[in-house]
Structures are given as structure tokens and as C-alpha cells.
């Protein structure tokens, strides 16, 4: 396969469409994280239908002082990678073809939404994110377009934009990819010296010890249910030649602080670890988040979420997050 340059949208709209039209949307600097997007659009339209893979860097999305002179341009190593993962164009106009006259005057806001977290941190990001995003999709007229869920909240703001402006293109989520030491694959990674590398692996230690606290918890209350609280819970644990280890899994269970509040207090601790490393990680939030809205979730809350965490290392902002389940077991039938 010979993937095709355009910088145009008459150029790709001139392309003769066979099925359905994926879309990868990136700003280059295109690594394995990309390639297993451009991998998911291949198998999600097959042989017969089309991806393009756009490749921009979006100036609407930078704020003052952060990396947009400096962010990495590298087309000739991008179109060589879409192309061995499978994309049949790479869209990858210029700033005047995607904003011409300058600037738009007219554009999408984030809403409430885009004010939490990432929006807060960054004012105005998602409100440049949604404009361009809905740029390319009038310019690429895709069926269905994948972005990964390492930027999650973006993809909620994505998803949200698409079903309340009546977008007529479906949204799909793809896992995040990381590195074998646990680190979430991005385009600043590259950023990164050695000492703040490994400074840097905290986001995903702490997120994976949040998780981890959340799974023993509910193993603990699983266990702590499988007879009752009774004498014969006693004696027939016994029988069985557990009789301590189920009573330490049962107080444990009934009585260590579980849910969001012990997930968040295990992420906190790496995090707050990693702060008095050279060079240190310097916190921006910890959140645990409903998915819905990015609003933070009670102690009551059962259903899906996000715990997400933004940090930098040197001069080099990360962003991570994974999905939890919380009430997952449900109550003892």
C-alpha cells in the first residue's frame, strides 16, 4: 500500500470513496499509540474502506507559554508510520487551509465541561480542541473517527459535541498504549531526559495503586460476603482452615476506608512520594471523575469512572488516566 500526501480538502475530496471513511485525527510526532489507532480504523471499516490519518498542530489549542514553536514536526517519520500501520492518505493541511482569513471569529465552546481539570489548567484549550476538531470532520467527512483514551476528557468533550450538535459521525474510544515500564505513550515523552523519565513513571505507578487498592477492596467484601457474619460464618471458615485470614479479609473489609476516598489516598501517596525525587514531580490535580461530566465522584458512587492525574517533570507537562468500576459486585443476593 502507498499512503497518499494531501494538504488540501479538494484533494481528498476528490479521492473516490469506497465504504466507509475512518479518521485518525493526530498532530504528528506519530508514535505506537498512533499506529495502534490507525490499526483500529483499518479493522473497523475493513479492506474495502478508507483511512486518513490528518496530521496538524493546532495553534487554537496552545496557550501562552506552552510547547507550540517547539512541538515536534515530523511528517517524512509520520507518513512512513501510517503507512505501516495501514492508513490510505495523511491529511495534512496547513494552518491558512484549515483557518483561512486567520483565526476564526466564530467558535465551539467546551462549556462547564472544558472549565474542569485539563480546562481548568489550560483555559480556552478544549474550546480550540472542539473548534478543530470540528474543522476536520467538515473537511474529512469520515463515518467514524478514533481517538485514543489517554486524552479523556477530551474524548467525553468529543462524544459531547457530536451527539448535541447532531454530528452525523460515530466516536470511538481506543485504550490507551503505554510503554513496557508502565508510562503512557505521547509525543512529549520525547521531552524527557533519563532522571526525568523516571521521575515521570509515577503518573501511571500511582494510578495503577489506586486501582489495585480499589480491586483488593472489593475482593476483601466479596470474600467477607460469601457466608454470613454469624457464628456459622465462624465455624464453617474454620472448617476450611481459614478461619484467620477470612476474619482479618472480613474486618478489612468491613472496616479500612474503601471506595473512592481509599483510591484516591493510594494514588496520592506515590504522588506525593515522587514530589521529593530529583527532579521532583510537581503535582497539577489527582482527580476521580464521573466520565459523564469530569465532575468528582462521592463516596456513595457506584457505576463508571476516570482517575485522572496531570503532573509535570521539568518543563515537560503528562497527563494519564484509567477507567475504574466502582460497585461492580453489587449487593450480596
Known sequence: MTTALLSTAEELHARVRHGRRAVVMTMGALHEGHATLIRTA???????????????????????????????RTLEADLKLAEQAGAD??????????YPGGEPQVRITAGRMGER???????????GV??????LLHLTRPDVALFGQKDAQQLALIRR????????VEIVGVPTVREEDGLALSSRNRYLSPDERRTALALSRALFAGRDRHAAQEALRARAREVP???ARAEALSAIGESRAAADAHAVATAAPGGPAAVRAAARQ????????????????LAL???????????DFTGEAVLAVAARVGTTRLIDNIPLTFGSLGAAS
Open 130 to 135: 472542539l473548534t478543530v476538531v470540528a474543522k
Open 117 to 127: 481539570l485539563e480546562g481548568a489548567s489550560r483555559p480556552g484549550h478544549f474550546d
Open 289 to 299: 471523575v464521573d466520565p459523564s461530566d469530569f465532575t468528582g465522584i462521592g463516596d
Open 89 to 98: 492518505a495523511v491529511f495534512a493541511p496547513s494552518v491558512d487551509e484549515v
Open 229 to 231: 457474619s454469624t457464628h
Open 42 to 72: 483499518r479493522e473497523t471499516v475493513g479492506r474495502d474502506g478508507e483511512v486518513v490519518v490528518t496530521v496538524f498542530v493546532n495553534p487554537l489549542q496552545f496557550g501562552e507559554g506552552e510547547d507550540l514553536d517547539r512541538y515536534p
Open 161 to 168: 459535541m457530536v451527539r448535541d450538535l447532531n454530528f452525523g
Open 270 to 285: 506515590v504522588l506525593d512520594e515522587a514530589a521529593r525525587l530529583e527532579p521532583p514531580l510537581k503535582l497539577d490535580y
